[in-house]
């Protein structure tokens, strides 16, 4: 606990949420190269570029979305967005476990945020076998208090259920939560819960004028144990307005 004057403040009543994939694990490359090769085993022809329109969306949501704009029901046998979802996944757990590495500077990020006396969730749109498999992977299942998955909410991000499902469970106001997100659906979504968002939006991404939105934007991972201060600062002064 810390003191201002006489009044004692706890240090557990604030939490960092983070998105795992982009921020935590440099997972979006891959994400793009399984999308690619499901999509393409029934006909649909995806560029790299294409992807980036889903970006952040719960993977379910991004085969219904190709499905709506060039369905591919003339492909025998048939093959349902579900069914290509499932393989998306199967693809990304083959992925993470034969290329998969932690985002640089993520473990010091981590570090950092539970020895400033955050408590530390994680808020993802992947489904939980694929967050099970990187937690794992990476030896963090023991740094996230609480873990959510969006595929466990009725709508998937941007709308704002899986933060506010994050923020229930830690049992904190939204404005005790600080969110870190590369994408704009991301970021969205933790704006929308009335959580603040630092942005760390990928190069391909940068440019992107939703991220005006941010409550604070960081060029990388790494800028985090820095910004620990300025972040703490500035969510003090907004608290008390």
Known sequence: MTYQGTEVVSRQTRAMIFDMDGVLIDSEPLWRRAEIKCFGAVGLTLTEEDCLQTVGLRIDEVANYWFERTPWSGVAPFVAPSVIA???????????????????????????????????????SSSQRLIDT??????????????????????????????????????????????????????????????????????????????????????????????????ECERNERSSL
């Open 86 to 124: 499932d393989n998306i996944v199967d693809e990304m757990v083959a992925l993470i476990a034969s290329e998969g590495v932690p985002a640089q500077g993520a473990q010091e990020a981590i570090e950092a945020v539970q020895a400033d006396g955050w408590r530390i969730a994680l808020a993802s």
């Open 134 to 231: 990187v937690l794992e992977s990476f030896g963090w299942q023991s740094y996230f208090e609480v873990v959510r998955s969006a595929e466990n909410e009725r709508h998937g991000k941007p709308h704002p259920a899986v933060y506010l499902a994050a923020v229930r469970e830690l049992a904190l106001e939204p404005i005790d939560c600080v969110a870190i997100e590369d994408s704009a659906n991301g970021m969205t979504s933790a704006l929308e819960a009335g959580v603040r968002c630092v942005a760390i939006p990928e190069a391909a991404t940068r440019n992107d004028p939703r991220f005006d939105s941010a409550t604070w934007r960081l060029d990388s991972l790494r800028d985090v144990p820095e910004a620990l201060s300025m972040i």
